[in-house]
């Protein structure tokens, strides 16, 4: 059995709830179809480097699920030589065959167990990925020699006023990878989130659980299948391919990258609860010391200092979730890097 077309999205789709496994032969590597929306590509000369890239988490962020499909595509037909260990997951199937950002529970609350607290598809498929995942990582041993890298590639609901951003995990000891922020860079990332505590996101699960250097990345804007410009992805569509067929991180200067520290989580605790902001403010709008940007029953959040913004801001979710992100730049001269 192979993947007709290369089209691993369209084959993934069209079974959103199951895959029986199958294995196939690409012109650099084996590949292995392990359940719907999970593929591993092993290259014929061994690695050090296993990457994982992670779609559509959120059913409804479609880009970054083309950009992906179309990577894979040209490893398959042979035209890119694929030389580091790969998994690729499209994350939930079900959600992007309805449009939706998610069925049940959003997806990405459900790592590091987080899942057994839910029922649903998105309970099952968070348990399923964290085991894909650790029997990727897991398979080449946790040696020094070993790399392992994963991005979890997402579009965001509002536009941005730094249109491409990352989220880096919490790390306990604060000190960043260089390397790391340097490929996000060459990446055509403009600005990296330094988050505050640990969360039960897909990027903090790998980066606590196995390690890895693991990010969330913000590649632009939401749109539908097929509304997507892939041109503006051509930066990390370069870097990955260089990745991919090089095991070569890419690197670019960070002198103009935005680093922000993440201050508070914003979290609905009722349902008055309201932001006041309008509807279009983007992502790292910036407000005055003091300015009441939540309020509800509850409880106010003020602004601490003039020039603390906001990211993520949305409330139609759940109570006790995360209703946005308050974010205080930080200078690159103030960073531990290593
Ligand atoms: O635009 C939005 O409000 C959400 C975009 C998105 O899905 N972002 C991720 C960020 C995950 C992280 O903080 O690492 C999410 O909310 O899951
Ligand atoms: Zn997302």
Not at 71 to 99: C, E, M, W, Y
Not at 229 to 241: P, Q, Y
Request: hydrophobic fraction near 45%; charged fraction near 20%; include cysteine.
């Amino acid at each position: 059995m192979t993947i007709l077309n290369n089209d691993f999205l369209a084959l993934t789709l069209a079974n959103q709830d199951e895959l029986a496994p199958f294995q196939f032969l690409f012109p650099s590597g084996t590949g292995f179809v392990e359940e719907t929306g999970i593929l591993r590509l092993e290259p014929n000369q061994e690695s050090s480097i296993s990457l994982v890239l992670s779609v559509g988490i959120h059913g409804n962020e479609t880009g970054p699920m083309e950009l992906l499909n179309k990577l894979v595509a040209s490893i398959l037909n042979g035209q890119l030589t694929l030389k580091v260990r790969l998994l690729v997951i499209i994350g939930n199937p079900v959600a992007a065959n309805l449009a939706k950002r998610f069925c049940d529970v959003n997806l990405n609350r459900l790592f590091s167990g987080a899942w057994k607290n839910y029922e649903g598809f998105e309970a099952k498929r968070a348990k399923r990925l964290e085991l894909a995942v650790s029997d990727f990582y897991s398979a080449v041993g946790s040696s020094a020699k070993q790399m392992r890298l994963h991005y979890d590639l997402h579009t965001a609901i509002r536009g941005s006023v730094h249109e491409k951003f990352a989220v880096c995990p919490f790390v306990e000891n604060s000190i960043y990878s260089q390397t790391q922020l340097a490929f996000l860079a060459a990446s055509g990332i403009q600005a990296i989130l330094l988050s505050h505590q640990p969360t039960t996101t897909f990027s903090y699960y790998s980066y606590a659980v196995h390690r890895a250097y693991a990010f969330t990345v913000e590649l632009g804007k939401v749109f539908p299948f097929g509304q997507n410009n892939l041109s503006r992805f051509a930066d990390i569509e370069k870097s990955l391919a260089l990745l991919m067929q090089t095991g070569v991180l890419a690197q670019s200067p960070l002198s103009d990258m935005h680093i922000f520290s993440v201050l508070n989580a914003l979290v609905k605790d009722d349902e008055s609860y309201e932001l006041s902001i309008a509807d279009d403010v983007k992502n790292f709008t910036q407000f005055e010391k003091g300015y009441v940007l939540a309020h509800s029953q509850k409880s106010e959040y003020h602004v601490e200092k003039t020039g603390d913004a906001i990211v993520f801001p949305n409330i139609k979710l759940p109570i006790g979730q995360r209703a946005g992100l308050i974010v205080r730049p930080v200078s690159l001269s103030d960073l531990a890097l290593n």
